[in-house]
């Protein structure tokens, strides 16, 4: 599977500070840094000085969407209310930092839709909180946007490592490649050849239905079971990568 263009210039998101320590940032790089380390100090120590009424007030304007804090405050925030033990701002603090990065996350969830991106952002923002509670999220505190970008590129490359991994261990088990098993649709091994390449370009979710239809010689109906879909999803799924792949699969198998 091709790793998306963003992946590539998203190897480069890394703690600012350490960049800067070693001496590896561009002087606008830096310059543009420290100002936004400036600002969300600034805007950090303002929420701090609120009146408990006045931030939680506040707070909830952010759930609102009728006011905009940025990220890193909220995430100062909620550590510090962890670190106070009060459950009731680290929950309201979070909730406000959910409601902000929301749209980012969904953004850097590189080839997933609908369903599996609401997963693939849950599963980022569970992260983060363990990270407040184990104070290890420093690094979101700086400079969310590339924290966040780092998580997703992790997730990424683990559902990709998955994909292959299946797709390997499937031709282990035969005694040639399971390409060779498309029915006679695929008359060549060039055509097979570029069939596998065009597999590993589809989106992770399509890429695993299509194999364990067409390769694993799964039945529709076993499909939709193992990857909690109704049959009518995966069906949609099939047809899309079909039609990347010039794949009839009209005539397979319905159940």
Known sequence: MEEPRELEEADEATDPETDQAAGVMPNRRILATRKHLAEVDSETEFLGRLAPTELRSALREVVAGSRAVLPESLVRLALAAHHARDRRLLSLSFEALTKTVT?????????LNGEDIRDQVQEVLEQLFE??????????????????????????????????????????TLDGDPLDDVPDRIPSQEARVMLGRHIRKLPTIHALAFIRVHVF???????????????????????????????????????
């Open 131 to 172: 990270d407040i509670r184990a104070g290890k999220s420093g690094m979101a505190g700086r400079v969310f946007a590339a924290w966040a970008k780092r998580r997703s590129i992790d997730l990424y490359r683990k559902r990709a490592a998955r994909f292959e991994g299946a797709f390997v261990r499937k031709e282990r």
């Open 217 to 255: 010689g799964m039945t529709r109906a076993e499909v939709a079971k193992q990857m909690d879909v109704d049959v009518r999803t995966l069906h949609d799924w099939l047809k899309k990568s079909a039609e990347v792949l010039g794949h009839d699969g009209e005539d397979d198998e319905t159940d």
């Open 103 to 111: 749209p980012l996350l969904a953004h850097q969830a590189w080839d």
